[in-house]
């Protein structure tokens, strides 16, 4: 079955530091990662996948994920972070046994401190 | 457009008490997906519809169960409420017919505590 990990619970980091979350996948054939984000009392809001194409996946404000498919990877990172991307960041991959579904990571909670 | 909507918002019920949640997608997607998250499970897949059919469904209970209108909104029930259904239920709406590799979009959640 395929499966995704986000080795990391927390991850705290300072403001204008660059940022990295980090997540692992296993899947048989092609994968198609997805990483969203979740705010405090929000449904979750989706910042990139990647499906096909250039390893570089550019997303929503500012982040982008780097796919590396030797590591099985797919880390999720912001040249300089903001105070206002402390939230919980799910990384998913597509899961097509017994039908085709999304399956999350358990969530990587991103503290940004000032 | 507008979101995809959640209602109710808040729920509370007690054991043995059923409950109907109900997701309103994005105007024209036709894929509606539901979530249970909890602090101890994460994010769980609980099933699936497009066009009115139910295309998957994850590993819960007969218990929950689902179904989707001709204008694609949709609804989840959960019967016989147990403690553990206490959790927040997302429903996700994308546009086209495969939410696994489509970019979904989530509602704000119905948050559901069993007393």
């Known amino acids: 079955a395929q499966s995704v990990a986000q080795p990391e619970d927390q991850v705290n980091v300072a403001e204008g530091n660059p940022l990295t979350v980090k997540c692992t996948y296993s899947?048989?054939?092609?994968?198609?990662l997805f990483w969203y984000v979740q705010y405090p009392n929000r449904g979750l809001q989706f910042l990139l996948k990647?499906?096909?194409?250039?390893?570089l996946v550019k997303g929503s404000y500012g982040f982008e994920a780097e796919f590396n498919k030797s590591q099985t990877s797919f880390h999720l990172k912001k040249p300089s972070a903001l105070v206002s991307d402390s939230a919980l960041y799910f990384c998913?991959?597509?899961?097509?046994?017994?039908?085709?579904?999304?399956?999350f990571g358990a969530g990587t909670r991103l503290f940004v401190k000032a | 457009k507008a979101g995809v909507t959640q209602t109710p918002r808040y729920l509370i019920k007690t054991r043995g008490q059923q409950v109907t949640l109900s997701c309103s997608p994005i105007?024209?997607?036709?894929?509606v997906s539901w979530y249970q998250q909890t602090p101890g499970q994460g994010l769980q897949f609980l099933f699936e519809?497009?066009?009115?059919?139910?295309?998957n469904k994850g590993n819960f209970p007969g218990r929950f169960s689902g179904r989707q209108f001709s204008n694609s909104r949709s609804e989840m029930n959960v019967s016989t409420l147990e403690l553990g259904d206490s959790a927040l239920y997302l429903c996700?709406?994308?546009?086209?017919?495969?939410?696994?590799?489509?970019?979904?979009?989530f509602g704000p959640g119905t948050r559901l505590t069993v007393l």
């Open positions: 519809y497009f066009s009115e059919t139910q295309r």
């Open positions: 899947v048989s054939g092609n994968p198609y």
């Open positions: 990647y499906i096909t194409g250039d390893n």
């Open positions: 996700a709406s994308s546009p086209g017919t495969s939410p696994s590799t489509d970019t979904q979009y």
């Open positions: 998913a991959v597509r899961d097509d046994t017994g039908g085709f579904k999304t399956i």
């Open positions: 105007s024209g997607h036709r894929s």
